[in-house]
């Protein structure tokens, strides 16, 4: 079995619930969807088998994968999970809520991004659902999402620059509708991958 891989790193999760916990990220080629704002190289990737990415992730010594991408959900197959979790692996996902979760993911980050009409039928309950904001835009409505106990703002930077105003956008959004929590990309903040 063969995933494309676009890049494979070791560092702390910089957003959303899991902030600060030692993870590596597998970013796996390919996306269904081409946002404006997209700061993320997903095109590029090289062919691995399950083997080649256990053997080079084995040596950080961490049990926290992140599936992330491009969307994963493209390529992730309930066999892939099955694979890395006999390995004794928690796995987690940052999908963009237009496909199906694999079957065995023990933390679901949906950020929809378009068709939020079908996430919830897609995906019924997720970890969080952390939403990209920008000055001006809209507060998701939370009735067609997925069910979650988590529910986050995280304001769009240019690219390492955090933008004050979506910040303070945000902010306000959240005083006004205290549900949601806001979450920064704190690896940007600090440096980190
Ligand atoms: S869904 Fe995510 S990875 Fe795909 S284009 Fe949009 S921001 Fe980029």
């Not at 494309?4 to 902030?19: C, D």
């Not at 929809?112 to 919830?120: L, W």
């Not at 933008?163 to 903040?189: F, G």
Request: glycine share 6%; net charge negative.
């Amino acid at each position: 079995m063969n995933l494309t891989v676009n890049e494979i790193f070791y560092s702390l999760q910089g957003e959303g619930g899991r902030t600060g916990q030692a993870s590596i990220f597998i970013r796996l080629a390919k996306c269904n969807l081409a946002c404006s704002y997209c700061d993320t190289d997903f095109e590029r990737g090289v062919k691995m088998t399950l083997e080649d990415i256990h053997d080079e992730i084995e040596e950080y010594g961490c049990r926290w994968i992140i599936w992330t991408g491009g969307e994963p959900t493209l390529q992730l197959t309930d066999a892939v999970v099955s694979f890395f979790r006999e390995k004794g692996y928690l796995q987690a996902i940052e999908t963009n809520g237009t496909r199906s979760v694999p079957a065995g993911i023990d933390y679901i980050t949906c950020s929809p991004k378009q068709h939020f009409e079908k996430v919830r039928e897609l995906i019924p309950e997720v970890d969080e659902l952390r939403f990209p904001i920008q000055k001006g835009d809209p507060l998701p409505d939370i009735s067609i999402l997925p069910k979650t106990e988590r529910y986050l703002l995280s304001p769009i930077f240019d690219d390492s620059t955090i933008i004050q105003e979506n910040v303070d956008y945000c902010i306000s959004l959240i005083k006004k509708n205290p549900l949601w929590a806001l979450s920064l990309q704190t690896h940007k903040l600090i440096g980190i991958r």
